[in-house]
């Protein structure tokens, strides 16, 4: 199974790459590593 994490970094890759051929500054990584799962609420 494919991590969702680098799906969604492979895509915002090829948005980039196409929104700018010329290269330039890449997208900045996200410093909180995507949202975490939410806490189970069964108390």
Do not use: C, F, R, W
């Not at 895509?11 to 990584?29: C, F, K, T």
């Amino acid at each position: 199974m494919t991590n969702i994490t680098e799906v969604v970094v492979n895509i915002q890759q090829q948005s980039h790459d196409l929104m700018n051929p010329l290269g330039g500054a890449p997208n900045p990584p996200n410093p909180h590593g995507g949202a975490p799962n939410p806490p189970a609420d069964n108390y």
